[in-house]
């Protein structure tokens, strides 16, 4: 099985996630003044993915700064 690897960097990631937390929160006011709950719904799940993305450029800086550690230390 062929694994496929994200070559984005940690920062990249905090801020796409940045970006897509603050379009869903955008996203979910738009509904909410407009009384339209499936696009409060779509903003509720953009924001959820933007904490994704920035948890997942957390993690990658972790692991970057562990390998970078291990590199020093061998």
Do not use: C
Request: aromatic share 2%.
């Amino acid at each position: 099985m062929k694994q496929s690897w994200d070559n984005t960097s940690s920062t990249s990631d905090k801020i796409r996630g940045n970006a897509n937390e603050f379009a869903g929160k955008a996203r979910q006011a738009v509904g909410k003044a407009l009384d339209d709950n499936e696009m409060r719904a779509n903003g509720l799940a953009q924001e959820a993915k933007g904490h994704v993305q920035q948890a997942k450029g957390e993690v990658k800086e972790q692991v970057e700064k562990v390998v970078d550690r291990s590199r020093r230390n061998a």
